[in-house]
């Protein structure tokens, strides 16, 4: 298969490293999953690359389900460029979701596995603790199922 991490990583296979959410309307909106990938996730003004990983398998993506998503993701984009908050541009792509690949066994859990892991502690635990600080709400365990 193209979508195994090593193949994936050479940046020829048109991949890109993503995650699938799959969410209840009732209980977090598009609009705040949005939220999240542009002021936690990632940084949207990066052209193929995100903080050391450089490569169009790297490249800022928004993958819509149906047409709804896409009005959504591409309004969006446009009035978060429109507010300055990034001092340059969006650069973030809204494709259609054709496929998705689940990684290999080895990266599932991840981070949670490997805590003192370099990359873990420099550019994603970061992450988590200003997901933490900001959207503790989105963390809460509802009917035995986290958010």
Request: no cysteine.
């Amino acid at each position: 298969s193209t979508a195994e991490y090593y193949t994936v990583a050479g940046g020829k296979t048109k991949h890109a490293e993503s995650v699938r959410i799959d969410f209840d309307r009732e209980v977090v909106t598009y609009d705040t999953i949005l939220e999240v990938f542009f002021s936690v996730a990632h940084d949207p003004t990066q052209l193929n690359y995100q903080g050391p990983d450089v490569g169009p398998q790297y490249r800022s993506a928004v993958f819509y389900a149906d047409a709804e998503q896409k009005k959504t993701a591409e309004a969006y984009i446009r009035a978060l460029d429109a507010s300055g908050v990034y001092s340059g541009p969006i650069v973030t792509e809204v494709v259609p979701l054709e496929d998705f690949f689940i990684a290999e066994e080895y990266h599932q859990d991840f981070m949670e596995l490997n805590p003192d892991y370099p990359y873990i502690v420099y550019w994603d635990r970061p992450k988590i603790e200003k997901l933490e600080r900001e959207y503790p709400h989105l963390l809460a365990v509802r009917e035995g199922a986290e958010l």
